[in-house]
Protein backbone atom coordinates (compact mmCIF):
# COMPACT_ATOMS: atom_id res chain seq x y z
CA UNK A 1 0.00 0.00 0.00
CA UNK A 2 2.63 2.36 0.59
CA UNK A 3 4.28 4.55 3.66
CA UNK A 4 1.50 6.60 5.46
CA UNK A 5 1.73 10.30 5.13
CA UNK A 6 -0.40 12.73 7.82
CA UNK A 7 -1.61 15.88 6.71
CA UNK A 8 -3.42 17.28 9.89
CA UNK A 9 -6.54 19.20 9.93
CA UNK A 10 -6.80 22.65 12.41
CA UNK A 11 -8.33 20.37 14.85
CA UNK A 12 -5.59 17.76 14.85
CA UNK A 13 -7.82 15.23 14.71
CA UNK A 14 -6.76 11.63 12.92
CA UNK A 15 -10.03 10.94 11.93
CA UNK A 16 -10.30 13.89 10.01
CA UNK A 17 -6.84 14.50 8.82
CA UNK A 18 -6.12 14.01 4.80
CA UNK A 19 -4.15 11.02 4.51
CA UNK A 20 -1.28 10.64 1.60
CA UNK A 21 0.49 7.42 0.67
CA UNK A 22 4.03 7.27 -0.87
CA UNK A 23 3.89 4.43 -3.54
CA UNK A 24 6.48 2.81 -6.09
CA UNK A 25 5.30 2.13 -9.02
CA UNK A 26 7.90 0.04 -11.25
CA UNK A 27 8.92 0.95 -14.85
CA UNK A 28 6.48 0.62 -16.93
CA UNK A 29 3.19 0.49 -15.23
CA UNK A 30 -0.26 2.40 -15.21
CA UNK A 31 -0.90 4.57 -12.46
CA UNK A 32 -4.26 5.47 -13.96
CA UNK A 33 -5.85 5.33 -16.95
CA UNK A 34 -8.54 7.08 -19.15
CA UNK A 35 -11.96 7.11 -18.11
CA UNK A 36 -11.60 5.93 -14.40
CA UNK A 37 -12.26 8.08 -11.34
CA UNK A 38 -10.15 10.97 -10.53
CA UNK A 39 -10.01 10.21 -6.78
CA UNK A 40 -6.68 10.88 -6.12
CA UNK A 41 -4.53 13.84 -7.48
CA UNK A 42 -0.39 13.15 -7.34
CA UNK A 43 2.85 14.43 -6.74
CA UNK A 44 6.29 12.84 -8.01
CA UNK A 45 8.58 12.91 -5.89
CA UNK A 46 11.40 10.95 -8.13
CA UNK A 47 11.27 9.41 -11.55
CA UNK A 48 9.64 10.26 -15.53
CA UNK A 49 5.88 9.71 -16.30
CA UNK A 50 4.46 9.84 -19.70
CA UNK A 51 0.03 10.38 -20.29
CA UNK A 52 -1.62 9.62 -23.30
CA UNK A 53 -4.75 10.17 -24.70
CA UNK A 54 -6.55 7.03 -26.66
CA UNK A 55 -8.20 8.33 -29.58
CA UNK A 56 -12.33 7.01 -30.71
CA UNK A 57 -10.25 5.77 -33.94
CA UNK A 58 -7.79 3.71 -31.90
CA UNK A 59 -4.60 5.81 -31.98
CA UNK A 60 -3.00 6.94 -29.41
CA UNK A 61 -1.71 10.84 -28.48
CA UNK A 62 1.03 11.08 -26.09
CA UNK A 63 0.06 14.67 -24.52
CA UNK A 64 2.78 14.96 -21.08
CA UNK A 65 6.06 14.22 -19.90
CA UNK A 66 6.10 14.69 -15.92
CA UNK A 67 8.84 15.18 -13.74
CA UNK A 68 10.21 15.52 -10.37
CA UNK A 69 7.97 18.00 -8.08
CA UNK A 70 5.35 18.05 -11.02
CA UNK A 71 1.88 17.54 -10.28
CA UNK A 72 -0.43 14.53 -11.87
CA UNK A 73 -3.95 13.90 -12.47
CA UNK A 74 -4.99 17.22 -11.60
CA UNK A 75 -8.31 16.86 -13.30
CA UNK A 76 -11.51 19.32 -13.21
CA UNK A 77 -14.51 16.72 -14.10
CA UNK A 78 -14.87 13.22 -12.48
CA UNK A 79 -12.79 11.40 -14.57
CA UNK A 80 -9.60 10.88 -15.43
CA UNK A 81 -8.54 12.15 -19.56
CA UNK A 82 -6.03 10.55 -20.02
CA UNK A 83 -3.46 7.32 -18.89
CA UNK A 84 -0.87 7.83 -17.01
CA UNK A 85 2.09 5.43 -17.28
CA UNK A 86 5.68 5.05 -15.45
CA UNK A 87 8.83 5.60 -17.78
CA UNK A 88 11.05 5.26 -15.30
CA UNK A 89 10.53 3.57 -11.58
CA UNK A 90 8.35 6.32 -10.29
CA UNK A 91 7.87 7.29 -6.77
CA UNK A 92 4.58 9.30 -6.26
CA UNK A 93 2.57 10.80 -2.95
CA UNK A 94 -0.51 9.94 -3.50
CA UNK A 95 -3.98 12.34 -2.19
CA UNK A 96 -7.22 11.16 -2.15
CA UNK A 97 -8.60 14.08 -3.88
CA UNK A 98 -11.99 14.86 -1.71
CA UNK A 99 -10.34 14.64 1.66
CA UNK A 100 -7.62 16.91 -0.12
CA UNK A 101 -10.52 19.20 -1.35
CA UNK A 102 -12.72 19.16 2.22
CA UNK A 103 -9.57 19.70 4.49
CA UNK A 104 -8.41 22.38 2.40
CA UNK A 105 -11.06 24.23 3.72
CA UNK A 106 -10.35 24.25 7.11
CA UNK A 107 -6.45 23.97 6.93
CA UNK A 108 -4.45 26.73 6.04
CA UNK A 109 -1.95 23.74 5.33
CA UNK A 110 -4.11 21.96 2.78
CA UNK A 111 -5.00 24.86 1.22
CA UNK A 112 -1.58 25.73 0.36
CA UNK A 113 -0.69 22.07 -0.55
CA UNK A 114 -3.97 22.28 -3.02
CA UNK A 115 -3.30 25.44 -4.54
CA UNK A 116 0.54 24.44 -4.95
CA UNK A 117 -0.89 21.66 -6.80
CA UNK A 118 -3.11 23.57 -9.25
CA UNK A 119 -0.43 26.26 -10.06
CA UNK A 120 1.92 23.77 -10.67
CA UNK A 121 -0.74 22.29 -13.49
CA UNK A 122 -1.53 25.21 -14.71
CA UNK A 123 2.21 26.64 -15.26
CA UNK A 124 2.67 23.12 -17.21
CA UNK A 125 -0.84 23.98 -19.48
CA UNK A 126 0.77 27.46 -19.81
CA UNK A 127 4.10 25.51 -21.37
CA UNK A 128 2.22 22.88 -23.33
CA UNK A 129 0.72 25.66 -25.58
CA UNK A 130 3.93 27.83 -25.97
CA UNK A 131 5.69 24.68 -26.72
CA UNK A 132 2.91 23.58 -29.16
CA UNK A 133 3.16 27.23 -30.66
CA UNK A 134 6.35 26.82 -32.27
CA UNK A 135 5.82 25.74 -35.98
CA UNK A 136 9.23 23.75 -37.37
CA UNK A 137 10.59 20.32 -35.70
CA UNK A 138 13.56 22.64 -35.39
CA UNK A 139 12.01 25.26 -32.83
CA UNK A 140 9.79 22.21 -31.04
CA UNK A 141 12.81 19.95 -30.33
CA UNK A 142 14.98 23.07 -28.90
CA UNK A 143 12.36 23.96 -26.88
CA UNK A 144 11.56 20.48 -25.31
CA UNK A 145 14.92 20.17 -24.31
CA UNK A 146 15.01 23.13 -22.98
CA UNK A 147 12.05 22.95 -21.20
CA UNK A 148 13.02 19.01 -20.16
CA UNK A 149 16.80 20.37 -18.99
CA UNK A 150 15.09 23.37 -16.86
CA UNK A 151 12.26 20.39 -15.55
CA UNK A 152 15.49 18.47 -14.92
CA UNK A 153 17.65 20.84 -13.10
CA UNK A 154 20.03 19.15 -15.44
CA UNK A 155 22.73 21.89 -15.82
CA UNK A 156 23.49 21.37 -18.77
CA UNK A 157 22.64 17.79 -19.15
CA UNK A 158 19.08 16.23 -20.31
CA UNK A 159 18.18 12.56 -19.44
CA UNK A 160 15.62 11.55 -21.91
CA UNK A 161 13.85 8.12 -20.36
CA UNK A 162 11.28 8.29 -23.26
CA UNK A 163 11.69 6.68 -26.27
CA UNK A 164 12.28 8.53 -29.70
CA UNK A 165 9.08 7.28 -30.68
CA UNK A 166 7.88 8.93 -27.71
CA UNK A 167 9.03 12.56 -28.41
CA UNK A 168 8.20 12.07 -31.87
CA UNK A 169 4.60 11.49 -30.80
CA UNK A 170 4.78 14.34 -27.88
CA UNK A 171 5.87 17.02 -30.50
CA UNK A 172 3.32 15.99 -33.48
CA UNK A 173 6.17 14.86 -35.59
CA UNK A 174 7.50 11.70 -37.38
CA UNK A 175 10.29 9.78 -35.46
CA UNK A 176 12.26 9.95 -39.08
CA UNK A 177 11.88 13.95 -38.44
CA UNK A 178 12.90 14.03 -34.56
CA UNK A 179 16.17 11.51 -35.10
CA UNK A 180 17.26 13.85 -38.33
CA UNK A 181 17.22 17.08 -35.85
CA UNK A 182 18.95 15.80 -33.37
CA UNK A 183 21.71 15.18 -35.91
CA UNK A 184 21.43 18.68 -37.39
CA UNK A 185 21.71 19.57 -33.86
CA UNK A 186 24.69 17.91 -32.93
CA UNK A 187 26.28 18.54 -36.44
CA UNK A 188 25.95 22.11 -35.57
CA UNK A 189 28.13 22.00 -32.19
CA UNK A 190 24.54 22.57 -29.74
CA UNK A 191 24.39 19.07 -28.28
CA UNK A 192 26.32 16.50 -27.86
CA UNK A 193 24.49 12.83 -27.60
CA UNK A 194 26.42 10.11 -25.25
CA UNK A 195 23.53 7.49 -26.19
CA UNK A 196 19.80 7.95 -26.93
CA UNK A 197 19.08 8.97 -23.54
CA UNK A 198 21.80 11.69 -22.90
CA UNK A 199 22.16 14.70 -24.01
CA UNK A 200 24.51 17.48 -22.92
CA UNK A 201 23.72 21.34 -23.86
CA UNK A 202 26.58 22.48 -25.47
CA UNK A 203 25.14 25.96 -26.73
CA UNK A 204 22.15 27.11 -24.60
CA UNK A 205 21.90 30.41 -26.76
CA UNK A 206 21.42 28.76 -30.33
CA UNK A 207 18.53 26.75 -29.24
CA UNK A 208 16.88 29.93 -26.89
CA UNK A 209 16.79 31.98 -29.96
CA UNK A 210 15.68 28.93 -32.38
CA UNK A 211 12.73 28.33 -29.53
CA UNK A 212 12.63 32.31 -29.96
CA UNK A 213 12.48 31.90 -25.66
CA UNK A 214 8.56 30.79 -26.02
CA UNK A 215 9.08 28.60 -23.18
CA UNK A 216 7.84 30.65 -19.43
CA UNK A 217 10.48 30.94 -16.78
CA UNK A 218 8.66 29.53 -14.44
CA UNK A 219 9.13 26.18 -12.43
CA UNK A 220 6.16 24.54 -14.16
CA UNK A 221 5.96 20.85 -15.55
CA UNK A 222 3.26 19.02 -17.59
CA UNK A 223 -0.15 18.13 -16.04
CA UNK A 224 -2.95 16.03 -17.08
Known amino acids: MGELIILPNGA ?90 AAAGDDPTANARLRD ?24 LAGFLLWTERREAGAGRVRLPMSRYDIADYLGLTVETVSRTFTEFTRNGWIGLNGPHDVAILNRQALADLS ?10 DAA
Open 12 to 101: ASRNGACEAARVTIPRGAAIFCQDEDADAWFEIESGVVRTSHLNRDGRRQLTGFFFDGDALGVENGRRHRVTAEAVTETVLIRWPRRRLE
Open 117 to 140: MLGRALAAAEARILLFGLRTAAER
Open 212 to 221: DGALPDDDGG
